[in-house]
């Protein structure tokens, strides 16, 4: 190789970034918690949360210490809009997320516990998505926050191992295609649940206290 191709392959090298570690998993809440939780966030840069995410990791914190709560936040895939996603374009990219997502979570507790999961905004519409196709007999309930999605009542069927909920925001831009999910979801999903709270796009403490904690009857 000539003298002047080897110096500047060298500087290419020298000067090329290292590859960006990924992310590890917070985890919030007493390691000897009574539930366990997983938290799905919405897009967010990788390098810096969104003001909504940080707001809504506040209100997982109070919740963790009120209800004993252990919450694994796990951090998602860094996706071709240059924020990081939760990957679901067929359901075995929802499949191949939900194991990642998952083994990043067993980081935060021991032993193989009954779970929940939250997701807000792309990690809400990853959670109906996985509601749909998911075998896990430890994911008790599926929690979708400020985000919406489509049934097909013809080929979809609820999940016989989880419950699925929405809370969205009254002033949420998605409130409308929410409530409409919601109206088909009621027909056919067995214990589901829709509430509103108010403000808009966000994480809101009270309502997701009500959907976590056991059901009245």
């Given at each position: 190789?000539?003298?002047?191709?080897?110096?500047?392959?060298?500087?290419?090298?020298?000067?090329?970034?290292?590859?960006?570690?990924?992310?590890?998993?917070?985890?919030?809440?007493?390691?000897?918690?009574?539930?366990?939780?997983?938290?799905?966030?919405?897009?967010?840069?990788?390098?810096?949360?969104?003001?909504?995410?940080?707001?809504?990791?506040?209100?997982?914190?109070?919740?963790?210490?009120?209800?004993?709560?252990?919450?694994?936040?796990?951090?998602?895939?860094?996706?071709?809009?240059?924020?990081?996603?939760?990957?679901?374009?067929?359901?075995?990219?929802?499949l191949?997320?939900?194991?990642a997502?998952?083994?990043?979570a067993?980081?935060?507790?021991?032993?193989?516990?009954?779970?929940?999961?939250?997701?807000?905004?792309?990690?809400?519409?990853?959670?109906?998505?996985?509601?749909?196709?998911?075998?896990?007999?430890?994911?008790?309930?599926?929690?979708?926050?400020?985000?919406?999605?489509?049934?097909?009542?013809?080929?979809?069927?609820?999940?016989?191992?989880?419950?699925?909920?929405?809370?969205?925001?009254?002033?949420?831009?998605?409130?409308k295609?929410?409530?409409q999910?919601?109206?088909?979801?009621?027909?056919?999903?067995?214990?589901?649940?829709f509430?509103?709270?108010?403000?808009?796009?966000?994480?809101?403490?009270?309502?997701?206290?009500?959907?976590?904690?056991?059901?009245?009857?």
């Open positions: 190789m000539r003298p002047h191709l080897t110096f500047l392959l060298s500087l290419m090298l020298t000067a090329a970034p290292a590859a960006a570690k990924p992310a590890p998993t917070v985890c919030i809440g007493p390691t000897a918690a009574k539930g366990h939780l997983i938290y799905l966030h919405g897009l967010t840069s990788p390098d810096q949360d969104t003001k909504e995410e940080v707001e809504n990791h506040k209100v997982l914190e109070q919740l963790a210490q009120e209800l004993s709560l252990r919450v694994a936040l796990p951090r998602g895939s860094l996706c071709p809009t240059g924020k990081l996603c939760w990957p679901a374009k067929d359901p075995e990219e929802v191949k997320t939900f194991e997502l998952r083994a990043k067993r980081t935060c507790w021991s032993g193989n516990p009954d779970y929940n999961l939250v997701g807000f905004s792309n990690g809400g519409y990853f959670g109906l998505k996985l509601y749909k196709v998911h075998s896990d007999p430890k994911l008790k309930r599926i929690i979708a926050s400020g985000s919406a999605g489509t049934w097909d009542s013809k080929s979809e069927k609820p999940n016989p191992h989880s419950s699925f909920a929405i809370m969205i925001g009254q002033q949420d831009i998605t409130l295609k929410a409530s999910l919601a109206a088909t979801l009621r027909k056919v999903s067995p214990g589901f649940r509430e509103t709270f108010p403000g808009g796009h966000r994480l809101d403490g009270r309502t997701l206290r009500l959907l976590l904690e056991p059901r009245k009857p």
